[in-house]
């Protein structure tokens, strides 16, 4: 959010558009900070390094962490002493990711239901932030995160749109939820700039045919190099570029947040640039990303991705099922054998990008769709919990 006060809020929709330009620009002021933190100089050095691992180093990188993170559950969260105790097990019978199975699988449900008691109490409030999913398939979640693991999965951004050669300081054109102009606005700019973080917002919630011909004017102006869009709105966009045979070619186009299909894909390429997809969700677990051979890299370092056929039975590689998700980094509200809801599969092969990074396929059940309003817009559904 470029705001998460309702006061900044208040003050953001009183002021006039050039105002509201230095607004995002000093939230870019906050993500340069980050980046330029030792915390996510760190993170970015690892990652760079442990992408090229063997998958036996990666493979012992992510038992060492499991077996922190599960005496560390055990020790200081109420909810999982709990578990483990009904179940006559102790934290050294979890040591690697196939001992997950001797735990119930946890329910988006057992989450509303046990919020407070799988928060940490050893994590002290100063070192945590509030998520929350985008309630895109029911009520929106709110959890617990480290404030550190937000910035690692930051790094987790940097080396994806590395691969596709983004370098910091490069502009980036984001298309996605994100509600800095009225949703009943028609005229004036629907984007805004930060300046600082280089980076141009264009509004998510005004895509209707009479605005996307401004929309493709301005990209062209613009010429930038990289998109980063919600699937839904990029493909809108592209399919009325189909109409009136536009193209804009972009290095690369970077999606997520919701999964995109080969339809979506292949318009989306022909009027942009290749897309470099990267899946995750809102509870910040796991996240995978395309190369650019287009194989879905899971990221080991950041959390453990097993595939159910039903819950509680491990699928082959190659076989879909649940995608059920573990998280290795945040320490304040611990989620193991976490039910995405979402449908995929893992994959035994090598990339021939040479990333010894394990794969997965491309996520089968996860498909927000887009809703169309009585006025004619197309309103990308990951970013609805934003309007109010």
């Known amino acids: ?18 105002v509201q330009h230095l607004f995002v620009t000093g939230y870019g002021l906050l993500k340069v900070r980050e980046r330029r933190s030792a915390t996510f100089r760190r993170y970015v050095a690892e990652l760079e390094a442990s992408q090229w691992w063997p998958r036996d180093r990666l493979a012992a990188l992510q038992a060492e962490r499991l077996r922190a993170l599960v005496r560390h559950c055990y020790e200081t969260v109420p909810y999982y002493r709990r578990v483990f105790d009904e179940r006559r097990l ?4 979890i040591r690697e990711p196939a001992d997950l199975y001797k735990l119930p699988v946890l329910t988006k449900q057992d989450v509303r239901a046990h919020r407070e008691a799988l928060r940490s109490r050893a994590v002290p409030d100063a070192r945590v932030t509030t998520g929350r ?5 029911g009520i929106p979640l709110h959890f617990a995160l480290d404030k550190d693991r937000v910035t690692f999965d930051h790094a987790l951004v940097h080396r994806h ?19 800095l102009v009225p949703p009943g606005q028609r005229d004036g700019p629907l984007w805004r700039y930060d300046w600082l973080d280089r980076r141009i917002y264009l509004s998510g919630f005004h895509l209707a045919h009479e605005t996307m011909g401004r929309y493709v004017d301005q990209l062209r102006r613009w010429a930038p190099r990289f998109i980063a869009a919600y699937p839904s709105s990029i493909f809108t966009l592209a399919r009325y570029m189909d109409t009136i045979d536009a193209t804009i070619p972009v290095e690369a186009v970077f999606t997520g ?3 995109v299909s080969e339809v979506e894909r292949r318009t989306i390429e022909r009027r942009f640039g290749k897309v470099f997809d990267r899946y995750g969700t809102g509870e910040r677990l796991v996240v995978s990303q395309q190369c650019t051979e287009g194989s879905y890299h899971q990221n080991a370092e950041f959390g453990i991705v097993q595939v159910d056929r039903v819950r509680g039975e491990p699928a082959a590689a190659g076989e879909s099922g649940e995608l059920i998700h573990t998280g290795l980094t945040n320490y304040s509200m611990p989620l193991l054998r976490y039910a995405s809801e979402d449908v995929g599969y893992l994959r035994d092969d090598a990339c021939p990008c040479g990333r010894p990074l394990p794969l997965m396929g491309p996520v089968e059940g996860r498909k927000d769709d887009v809703i169309v309003t009585a006025d004619g817009r197309l309103m990308p559904r990951a970013g609805l919990d934003q309007i109010h």
Do not use: Q
């Open 133 to 137: 999913t985008g309630g895109t398939t």
């Open 161 to 179: 749109w590395g691969w596709a050669g983004w370098r910091p300081g490069e502009w980036v054109v984001l298309l996605r939820g994100f509600t």
């Open 90 to 93: 102790r934290p050294d019978d």
């Open 257 to 259: 947040s919701e999964s």
């Open 1 to 18: 959010m470029i705001y998460d006060h309702p006061l900044l809020e208040r003050a953001y929709r009183a002021s006039p558009v050039a």
